[in-house]
């Protein structure tokens, strides 16, 4: 089903990508130290068309592919990294309609709104008990049959962005006889939904991910995703979305990227009295400016080089990618904390954006699957297909 005629979608406006990256460092500074929701940096990726820049043509969208959805998130993430993550979490159930699609009245009303303002989606599937599904396990969120469709109850952690989505992808289960596990499409302004803020976090203040308690939230029979048997088929694959994880790393490469902008820029400012000249003239300076860049081209390139064979349709196994996210992860952080190494005492003034970077970068790793969980399906997958045959 396409989208209606009056759902004109904003031109994702690529080749401005670097103006919208500038727009959002103007005002980085300030919602970190405020943790208020981003609500004008929200409306400049709107109107620069990013929010929805991956819904697919036949939708009326652009059909931004993983290399230009990896561009933007790198993008807005060296701009401001919590306008990223809400940006991510709205954009990537877009970009997968095509392997997970919703019915179709329902996400021509969420194009219809998607047109007219920012309209934000986030999966809420982390749980108190639970903790992350990357680990295995049940939602304890529990859906119930009504007579017009369902009721949901639970409690959530972690959404990103809470009190400003317009939608809630609910990971629950079912009271039916033989359970069954989904995505059940909560919105916002539904009775029964409370945002507790509990997001304290050292980095990505601004990101508001805070918690979501559902009391009997009623929604229609049509408001459900991908409802499947209780077992292991209803595990969260961590390979099978290896492309995923992938952009999301793109995402800190950002973070990565604006911490090198500012120790070149104290390097060349930077004239100690008993030198007399710039630090960047020094080969110690010179040194840890050139490893800062072999950590972060060679991320970029593990990164770009999963998402262009995704572009051109080719097959990539899922332990690739996401091995090249643990690695990509893994140089950003490593980056940042090389330039705060070097810059010491000014690196950690709250003063200049460095210390900002230094926390953000430190959520790299926290995104499901962490590593360790990454790293066991990795080896898994590998150490089977090495296994002897017959």
Do not use: C
């Not at 009245?105 to 989606?121: D, K």
């Not at 903790?131 to 109850?153: H, K």
């Not at 030198?275 to 040194?287: E, H, I, K, N």
């Amino acid at each position: 089903m396409t989208a209606p005629a009056a759902a004109r979608l904003p031109v994702p406006a690529l080749d401005r990508l670097d103006e919208v990256t500038r727009t959002l460092a103007a005002t980085a500074g300030h919602y970190d130290r405020t943790a208020a929701f981003p609500y004008a940096a929200i409306r400049t990726v709107h109107e620069a068309g990013l929010l929805t820049a991956g819904v697919a043509p036949e939708h009326g969208g652009a059909g931004a592919g993983p290399t230009d959805l990896a561009r933007i998130l790198l993008a807005l993430g060296k701009g401001d990294p919590s306008v990223a993550l809400i940006t991510a979490m709205t954009l990537l159930p877009h970009a997968f309609q095509t392997r997970r699609p919703w019915p179709p009245e329902l996400y021509a009303q969420v194009l219809a709104e998607s047109a007219a303002g920012p309209t934000l989606l986030n999966n809420a599937r982390v749980e108190p008990d639970l903790g992350s599904p990357a680990r295995g396990g049940l939602p304890a969120t529990l859906a119930r049959r009504t007579a017009g469709g369902w009721s949901v109850s639970g409690h959530k952690r972690f959404v990103t962005g809470a009190e400003g989505l317009s939608y809630f992808l609910v990971w629950a289960g079912t009271d039916e006889p033989r359970p069954r596990v989904g995505t059940f499409v909560v919105p916002a302004g539904s009775p029964g939904i409370e945002v507790v803020p509990a997001w304290r976090q050292l980095g990505l203040r601004a990101s508001g991910s805070h918690d979501l308690i559902l009391t009997e939230v009623e929604i229609p029979a049509g408001h459900v995703l991908d409802l499947t048997d209780h077992g292991p088929a209803a595990q969260q694959d961590n390979l099978a979305a290896g492309s995923l994880h992938v952009l999301l790393a793109a995402l800190y490469l950002g973070v990565a990227r604006a911490a090198q902008t500012y120790v070149h820029r104290f390097a060349h400012e930077r004239v100690p009295a008993n030198l007399g000249r710039p630090v960047a003239s020094t080969d110690r300076f010179r040194q840890a400016a050139g490893e800062i860049e072999t950590l972060i081209s060679t991320a970029e390139q593990l990164v770009f080089g999963v998402t262009g064979r995704l572009d051109r349709g080719l097959a990539v196994p899922g332990t690739e990618a996401l091995a090249a996210k643990v690695v990509a992860v893994r140089h950003a952080t490593t980056a940042v904390q090389t330039g705060l190494r070097l810059l010491g005492n000014p690196g950690l003034s709250q003063d200049n954006p460095l210390e900002r970077h230094f926390r953000d970068i430190q959520s790299a790793g926290v995104h499901a699957p962490q590593e360790d969980t990454a790293l066991l399906a990795i080896g898994q997958a590998v150490l089977a297909a090495a296994a002897p045959r017959g």
